[in-house]
């Protein structure tokens, strides 16, 4: 796509056994082609080869279509986890990796 960078993502520690998956971004251009599920998988065995056993992530609750890919994914809601306890704005998924 032009040399232009279209899709990102990255993960930090949450805890001892988890990863926080961050910066999901599929630009309008290159969606529907597997980029967002590609970066994902790869961030998930990148988190598992470091010896973490969990992924959680948040994203807002009218991101329907970000939802149903980290539900296909295997990721599940569970409640919200610091620092998004109380923001009913967010929903928080969990997966084990």
């Known amino acids: 796509m032009d040399n232009k960078a279209v899709a990102c ?4 520690k949450y805890n ?3 990863i ?3 910066r999901m971004f ?4 290159a ?20 010896g973490y056993l969990f992924s959680v992530l948040e994203t807002l609750y ?14 599940t ?3 919200n986890y610091e ?3 109380g923001l009913d704005k967010s929903i928080c998924m969990e997966k084990q990796i």
């Open 31 to 50: 969606r529907g082609i597997g980029l967002a599920q590609n970066i994902l998988r790869e961030l998930e065995l990148w988190g598992h080869d470091l």
């Open 83 to 85: 620092p998004y306890v």
């Open 62 to 75: 009218k991101q329907k279509e970000a939802i149903a890919l980290y539900q296909k994914t295997g990721y």
């Open 77 to 79: 809601i569970v409640d």
């Open 26 to 29: 599929v630009s309008p251009e």
């Open 20 to 22: 926080e998956i961050k």
């Open 9 to 12: 993502g990255c993960f930090k």
């Open 16 to 18: 001892k056994n988890t």
